[in-house]
């Protein structure tokens, strides 16, 4: 399996609380992605990235920063944390143009907001 | 509207058959096709691509209808193992520039 780590796995945080969340690879992808899974969406993008500092909103972005200063890493931030963003997060990685579309996810991280 | 649906199911379907599930995408103007498949509490993982001459491998097999704008999956000869949600996915970015939209899902539990 590629190289693609997520920590951690899992988290409880009070509301109004900064978090962070941590996605690591050793594929040397330029694309890296932050999604939420949720019941009923499906998986929603928040950022994305296609290089080191360069980032760019998705579909869910709100209330969510991202910063790349390594290929290797991609960091989302909950500002201040709300109910609403208990969920699963997805990262994954891709190396678009190549003629394989697939993305690679990590293992997830289970975020509980109280 | 939703830009790719799928029925959530659950289909619950004997170990030994064969079953289809079928998705929609509103995007005439989407690229290319997937299937992922997701286990309880995993993550997703590329499952096939799905080509305009239609795919198969080994007992799957994807079809692709652009006319009507529908993806088909088919698993002939189902096994426990094949028990998971699986999930439609719609390149709707150009080459180098893909982008993907998630279908919600369809479950299928295989019943020994």
């Known amino acids: 399996d590629a190289g693609i780590t997520q920590s951690p796995r899992h988290k409880v945080t009070e509301t109004g609380t900064p978090v962070t969340l941590r996605c690591h690879q050793t594929?040397?992808?330029?694309?890296m992605y932050w999604y939420r899974q949720d019941p009923g969406h499906g998986l929603r993008l928040i950022h994305y990235?296609?290089?080191?500092?360069?980032?760019d909103k998705g579909e869910v972005s709100d209330g969510y920063s991202v910063s790349r200063s390594k290929t290797e890493d991609f960091l989302l931030t909950l500002e201040s944390a709300t109910s609403s963003q208990t969920s699963v997060y997805f990262c994954?990685?891709?190396?678009?143009?190549?003629?394989?579309?697939?993305?690679?996810f990590g293992s997830g991280t289970r975020l509980t907001v109280v | 509207r939703k830009e790719v649906e799928q029925d959530p199911g659950p289909f619950n379907v004997p170990e030994g058959a064969t079953v289809a599930f079928n998705c929609t995408y509103s995007?005439?103007?989407?690229?290319?096709f997937f299937w992922y498949r997701q286990d309880c509490r995993k993550e997703p993982k590329l499952l096939m691509s799905?080509?305009?001459s239609g795919n198969e491998d080994g007992r799957f097999t994807a079809q692709l209808n652009r006319a009507s704008q529908y993806i088909s999956l088919l698993i002939r000869d189902s096994k426990l193992s094949d028990s998971a949600t699986y999930l439609c996915?719609?390149?709707?970015?150009?080459?180098?520039?893909?982008?993907?939209?998630f279908g919600t899902g369809t479950r299928l539990t295989i019943i020994p």
């Open positions: 994954a990685i891709s190396e678009p143009g190549t003629g394989d579309y697939g993305y690679t």
């Open positions: 990235s296609y290089g080191v500092k360069d980032t």
């Open positions: 799905v080509y305009s």
């Open positions: 995007n005439s103007a989407s690229q290319s």
């Open positions: 996915v719609v390149n709707e970015g150009d080459f180098g520039n893909e982008k993907l939209t």
């Open positions: 594929e040397n992808h330029r694309y």
